[in-house]
């Protein structure tokens, strides 16, 4: 039979990947383990391994395209036990469908025996909010049946056919070749007769043009018809469980309709309150959801809106501006964004929305400090790695962070607690032609100038050869963005949440410092540390930045 293996779950809040190179070419062997392609998140670049084994009988994916979670990546030829899940997958899924058929069942069967059905622009897939007509396949006075062609629309990731879900004669069309419409608008009005099974609400016109809803659910909620269920193993596919990831029934990739995991009491509860059910995340077996669950989203996200917080990149009760069109002044170039960038934008915007940024400013006389950096250079080069005024910078922080341990810390708004952590991991920001990278030097306490040096021109290397695994960019507790290698005075940067602070170092110069009664040209690094001010004062804060500062002045205090 024929087993498709899907995009895995990748990590929190990533929902689609570049594909930089695939592995596998139809007509291949793969075995369970085996790497099938390699992607780029906005986090790092990850080989994903197959959990099937068998011959690959179709590739889905391209590379230098993007590709969703959860969307197939190939189709595998196997045998054996996969036959078993399949069809267990069948029945829960048929299961799903009657329950929720039976929950959207009326008292009375009969619908109007004349009505005007109003068939819409469906749902097409995630964040997909427009589309455009290629093809409108009849005519005011045609006739149409159940799963009849009636349009053909692309997205922006392909070309659909879509079916009426009812058979009738066609009163109105409202669109044409070549217009762009958007999801949910009326497409078409077809006049029906006789009795209708309702399974899909729609607005429907009766006879005096009035308009009605029928049993209303919400529009990115989609539910499996009976006659799409098929053993045809050239159609019925699944998706063996990944961790975190639930085990769903697939269908052809024509039909994008997909039950969620989560029992038709649960749905309803979670449609009573306004909660998109497929916004939740379930922590159930496979990942099903629970009333719990629901509950837990809907407190989080009100909680959220009572602060102000930020839901993607815009701000609580601060309205979007439309863009002016730029085309009128002259020639523009329009690039998409890449997924470092997009994630960079969106969760700065974030940080910059929920976290009160306070600035302090200093200056460190590193005069004496270079001179022990030079001396002890070629040592650190020994043992791989390069003794930079970053890699001191690490020892120092990490120092500082243990006699003022709020710096290490994060809060918890939602529960009205400040978590404190007992280890010491700091991430390192890294400029690269992707985008701003911040992978983490672990356990940075436990560790020597030297050993820290050689872990830092690891991971930096990693950085820019795109090679960044998710473990090397979690964890952080503290952040250092160095940009005294390009120039600058002070800047103000941005805390990287759920931490609370982050130091900036820019370039430093010789000045003259007024010494024992005369000026001496002083070696001066400037330094810039924001920080969280619901937990860090700025009292606190300028403590902490004069202690980094002193240490940098005179290393020997560290030791002591």
């Known amino acids: 039979m024929i087993v498709d293996f899907r995009l895995p779950l990748l990590g929190d809040n990533i929902s689609s990947a570049d594909v930089i190179k695939v592995h596998v070419k139809e007509g291949d062997k793969v075995e369970v383990d085996q790497v099938v392609v390699e992607i780029e998140t906005d986090k790092a670049t990850v080989e994903v391994p197959t959990d099937i084994a068998g011959i690959v009988k179709q590739v889905y994916v391209k590379e230098g395209t993007k590709a969703a979670i959860g969307e197939p990546v190939i189709s595998v030829e196997v045998g054996g036990e996969a036959v078993k899940e399949v069809k267990s997958e069948e029945v829960r899924a048929k299961n799903e469908v009657q329950s929720e058929k039976e929950e959207v069942k009326t008292s009375n069967d009969s619908v109007l025996s004349t009505k005007d059905y109003l068939f819409t622009i469906p749902t097409l897939g995630e964040n997909i909010t427009s589309a455009q007509i290629t093809k409108v396949l009849l005519k005011v006075g045609d006739k149409v049946e159940v799963d009849q062609v009636v349009l053909e629309i692309e997205t922006d990731k392909a070309t659909v056919e879509v079916p009426s879900e009812v058979s009738g004669v066609v009163k109105e069309v409202n669109v044409k070749d070549g217009d762009k419409v958007t999801i949910g608008s009326v497409a078409l009005v077809i006049e029906t007769s006789g009795k209708k099974a309702i399974e899909n609400s729609k607005p429907v016109r009766n006879q005096s043009g009035g308009l009605r809803i029928e049993n209303e659910k919400p529009k ?230 030297t050993q820290i040096s050689v872990d830092l021109a690891e991971v930096s290397k990693k950085a820019r050869d795109k090679k960044l695994g998710l473990d090397d960019m979690q964890g ?83 030791s002591l």
């Not at 160095?482 to 949440?497: A, M, R």
């Not at 002083?522 to 860090?536: A, E, F, K, N």
Request: charged share 25%.
């Open 220 to 449: 990115s909620e989609t539910e499996i018809k009976p006659a799409q269920l098929s053993t045809n193993n050239s159609q019925l596919s699944t998706v063996k469980e990944h961790t975190h990831m639930p085990q769903i029934l697939t269908l052809p990739r024509d039909i994008v309709k997909i039950v969620v995991p989560a029992a038709p009491s649960v749905r309803r509860f979670a449609r009573e309150i306004g909660v998109e059910i497929n916004n939740v995340r379930g922590s159930g077996p496979s990942g099903r959801i629970s009333v719990e669950d629901v509950k837990a989203f809907a407190k989080a996200l009100n909680q959220q809106l009572q602060q102000g917080g930020a839901v993607g990149c815009a701000v609580v009760g601060v309205p979007r501006e439309t863009l002016p069109d730029f085309s009128k002044w002259g020639d523009i170039d329009r690039q998409p964004m890449s997924n470092i960038r997009r994630k960079t934008a969106e969760h700065l915007s974030y940080a910059w929305a929920t976290v009160p940024h306070v600035t302090q400013f200093d200056k460190a006389d590193i005069t004496e400090l270079e001179k022990i950096r030079k001396q002890f250079g070629k040592q650190v080069e020994a043992a791989g790695g390069k003794l930079t005024v970053t890699g001191i910078l690490l020892k120092v922080i990490a120092s500082a962070m243990k006699v003022y341990p709020q710096f290490n810390s994060s809060v918890d708004m939602e529960k009205n607690e400040i978590i404190y952590k007992k280890y010491l991991n700091i991430g390192v920001a890294v400029d690269t032609e992707k985008g701003l990278l911040v992978p983490v030097i672990k356990d940075v306490d436990k560790k020597n100038i």
């Open 476 to 558: 952080g507790c503290f952040t250092i963005s160095n940009l005294g290698g390009i120039g600058g005075t002070y800047f103000t940067p941005i805390v990287n949440t759920p931490e609370v602070a982050i130091l900036g170092v820019s370039k430093s110069s010789y000045e003259p410092v007024y010494i024992d009664g005369e000026f001496k040209p002083r070696l001066m690094m400037p330094l810039s540390l924001s920080y969280d001010h619901r937990i860090i004062d700025g009292a606190d804060a300028i403590r902490f930045l004069r202690w980094v500062v002193n240490a940098l002045e005179n290393p020997f205090l560290m």
